[in-house]
């Protein structure tokens, strides 16, 4: 699974789970603040990843010091990166 395969997937998912436009879903936007997500929609947010990402998110401290979309790409390519390796 590539960067760019990560950022399609997780912008997907932010702009049909969440009705984010398009346009909002860039690295630098914040979660909470730029795309409007509360923590109920963050909860789902992981539910949402977990499916597409077929992956177990289990690190709970480490999503919740996610702020941005280009930290929860990172933090899914470093979960992508100890997937393969493990």
Same mark, same amino acid.
């Given at each position: 699974m590539t960067h760019e395969t990560i950022v +399609? &997937?997780? %912008? %997907? $998912?932010? $702009? @049909? @789970?969440? *009705?984010?436009e398009p346009e909002k879903l860039v690295? *630098? +936007?914040h979660i909470k603040d =730029? #795309?409007? #997500? =509360?923590? #109920?929609d963050i909860v =789902?947010?992981?539910i949402v990843l977990e499916? +597409?990402?077929n992956f177990k998110l289990t690190d709970r401290s480490s999503i919740a010091n996610? &702020? &941005?979309l280009g930290e #929860?790409? =990172?933090f899914i390519g470093a979960l992508r990166d100890a997937h393969v390796e493990g």
């Open positions: +399609a &997937t997780v %912008n %997907n $998912a932010f $702009a @049909e @789970e969440f *009705e984010v690295p *630098e +936007a =730029d #795309l409007g #997500l =509360d923590s #109920l =789902d947010m992981i499916q +597409a990402f996610i &702020t &941005t #929860l790409y =990172d």
